[in-house]
């Protein structure tokens, strides 16, 4: 027999798949802001300034924007092509 076909996932597993996405979609802002923020106080003690902080904030908060973006897109991607296969 071919090995070439995929082993047929249960409907539970592909659900635990997608909640997990979407649980990593929760923490990525919060991790994203925290990881500025971290940066940007490392560098106002090492350079002595008190205002780096925020660009740090405010820079980690737009990766973080624009990584949950990308996954959402994906992910609907993945629905279409999900929904396309299952017709």
Do not use: C
Request: net charge negative; no cysteine; aromatic share 6%.
């Amino acid at each position: 027999m071919p090995e070439d076909k995929k082993t047929p996932q249960s409907p539970l597993a592909g659900g635990l798949v997608r909640v997990e996405r979407l649980m990593e979609i929760a923490f990525i802002l919060p991790a994203a802001v925290v990881v500025g923020w971290l940066a940007g106080a490392g560098l106002d003690k090492w350079l002595h300034q008190h205002w780096i902080y925020l660009l740090g904030v405010v820079l980690g908060s737009v990766a973080g924007f624009i990584e949950v973006i990308r996954l959402v897109l994906n992910q609907g991607k993945e629905i279409d092509k999900m929904e396309k296969d299952g017709q």
